[in-house]
């Protein structure tokens, strides 16, 4: 922990959501060095904001909200860039949906350090009605109205309907760590033609 963070001064009344925010930088910067929800305690947290302890429930009620809160920032700025690249596509639903799945792949290289924060930080087994507010569920819904898109143009999804959305976000990500360890030349159009033949092969017409 800085010693700026251990001399921070409380906020003034009426700031708690800069709090909110100090709370998820810092448990950002945790869970980067421990890599698990397990490992992270809430006294580290508010050790590294600088605030006490039971200034956390003030905004999460417990640990696995906090870390959720902290990776929703990441998942909320892939979306927003998924979206966005959809929105500029042509008016096609598969000419979309592979401008969706470019732009997670960009993101993804363009932003390493968050990208690995989503993927590689253990999180406590919760049960399944508090696991339906997971952050990463945006992304999934979106990967599943994409594919309906592309039904409705008249395009058949091959194998498992309901999983078909989990075959497309583990497809993209394990492409993506493939192409961020592998020791070959960085060449981003690789990617783009992994997504093309990934469209051929789940959309038939």
């Known amino acids: 922990m800085s010693e700026s963070a251990a001399a921070r001064p409380r906020n003034p009344r009426g700031q708690g959501e800069r709090l909110r925010e100090e709370l998820l930088r810092a448990t950002e910067r945790l869970l980067e060095e421990v890599g698990s929800e397990d490992a992270l305690s809430l006294r580290a947290v508010a050790r590294e904001a600088g605030v006490a302890a039971p200034s956390i429930y003030r905004h999460f009620s417990d640990k696995t909200e906090l870390v959720w809160a902290t990776m929703e920032v990441s998942y909320d700025r892939l979306g927003r860039a998924m ?6 596509a042509d008016d096609d639903p598969v000419a979309r949906l592979r401008a969706q799945l470019r732009a997670y792949c960009r993101y993804a290289i363009g932003h390493p350090a968050t990208y690995r924060l989503l993927y590689e930080t253990r999180q406590t087994p919760v049960g399944p009605e508090r696991l339906a507010g997971h952050p990463a569920g945006p992304l999934v819904r979106g990967f599943h109205d994409a594919l309906t898109a592309c039904e409705e143009a008249g ?27 592998m020791p070959s030349r960085k060449d981003t159009s690789r990617l783009d033609r992994f997504i093309d033949e990934m469209l ?4 038939e017409r």
């Open 83 to 88: 979206a966005e690249a959809a929105a500029q």
């Open 155 to 181: 395009w058949r999804v091959r194998g498992t309907r309901s999983e078909a959305p989990y075959v497309l976000w583990s497809a993209v990500h394990g492409r993506v760590m493939l192409w961020q360890v």
């Open 200 to 203: 051929q092969l789940l959309l």
